[in-house]
């Protein structure tokens, strides 16, 4: 595969940049500081661009079969970088394909995910949620072919490869216990060549503390 990739210099980002080439893929790392992925790579391409420009991801786009977002906002501040990034990105693989989109969010979002997530969706992580529930609205919305996997607390561990996945709601008895990037990363990997959850907000939960 071909596959653009939003928000490559952050945690899940590099994970996912890595294991794709693992696995063979052509990656284009669309980033705003280039400066920040360091030495090049076999099968990376670089294209400096801001996610938030329609206009910039359309020329970055032909010949690509893929998007995958791992955009994050810079802190717990408020920042609307993920509803920019979905609508400008929706709006660019309207015009010139591919057709499939998958987007990291956030578990807070889910219902089920307990107390302490709705405390954290209302006070420390609000502006997150807010964005993140914007973003996913504008996914939605869209005709393409989009999976959203949100992810709990994201850790720096080793992949494992041992997580679970449920269609619209964490899987239970988890909370919001942790999970790596590199995990989430495979998740994307499987998802990008199985197509299994297309349409889906997927909720993942690891199977141990990290």
Do not use: C
């Amino acid at each position: 595969m071909r596959l653009l990739l939003l928000g490559a210099t952050g945690g899940t980002g590099l994970a996912l940049l890595e294991q794709a080439r693992g696995h063979g893929h052509q990656v284009t790392a669309f980033v705003r500081s280039p400066q920040k992925l360091g030495a090049s790579r076999d099968g990376v391409d670089v294209w400096p661009g801001d996610p938030r420009s329609a206009a910039e991801l359309r020329a970055a786009l032909p010949g690509h079969d893929a998007v995958v977002s791992t955009l994050g906002p810079p802190g717990p501040g408020r920042s609307t970088i993920l509803r920019e990034g979905a609508r400008s990105t929706v709006a660019a693989m309207q015009a010139v394909g591919p057709r499939r989109l998958l987007v990291v969010s956030a578990a807070v979002l889910f219902e089920n995910a307990g107390i302490l997530a709705t405390i954290l969706r209302r006070t420390l992580l609000r502006n997150l949620a807010e964005d993140a529930a914007e973003m996913e609205h504008i996914v939605v919305a869209s005709d393409l072919d989009w999976t959203i996997v949100r992810a709990p607390r994201l850790t720096n561990g080793p992949l494992t490869a041992s997580y679970r996945v449920e269609n619209g709601r964490l899987p239970a008895g988890r909370g919001l216990a942790s999970i790596s990037r590199a995990d989430v990363a495979h998740f994307l990997m499987g998802e990008l060549a199985r197509g299994a959850h297309a349409r889906e907000i997927v909720g993942m939960a690891g199977t141990r503390s990290r």
